[in-house]
């Protein structure tokens, strides 16, 4: 019989669930490491007390919140980074 193989076994899958869950972690951990309580950081960013507990909870916020707490943290520089991978369609354009 053929062995089956699982995807998981050679590369991470990411799903939407998994990427916000390592964002909300991320930036916890940020804010914590500044000493930052959450109701300190909606004075500082201007974005509610309540989202940001919701996205620390919940993983729910709007990117115009996000950035806000985002530039709070002295995180902004990070936003920039979004979308710059090339995307990659043939496995021969991988190493360019």
């Known amino acids: 019989m053929d062995k089956v193989f699982d995807i998981k076994e050679f590369v991470p899958v990411l799903?939407?669930?998994?990427v916000i869950a390592d964002l909300v972690e991320r930036f916890r951990m940020r804010r914590k490491e500044?000493?930052?309580t959450?109701?300190?950081l909606?004075?500082?960013s201007g974005?509610?007390?309540g989202s940001i507990r919701r996205f620390e909870e919940k993983g729910d916020i709007?990117?115009?919140s996000l950035i806000k707490i985002g530039h709070a943290i002295d995180s902004l520089?990070?936003?920039n980074e979004l979308f710059k991978n090339k995307k990659i369609s043939d496995l021969k354009?991988?190493?360019e």
Do not use: A, H, P, Y
Not at 15 to 18: A, L, Y
């Open 62 to 64: 709007s990117l115009s």
């Open 47 to 49: 974005v509610s007390f």
């Open 38 to 40: 959450q109701r300190e």
């Open 42 to 44: 909606s004075v500082r």
């Open 77 to 79: 520089q990070d936003f």
């Open 34 to 36: 500044l000493g930052i």
């Open 15 to 18: 799903t939407e669930q998994s």
């Open 93 to 95: 354009d991988f190493n």
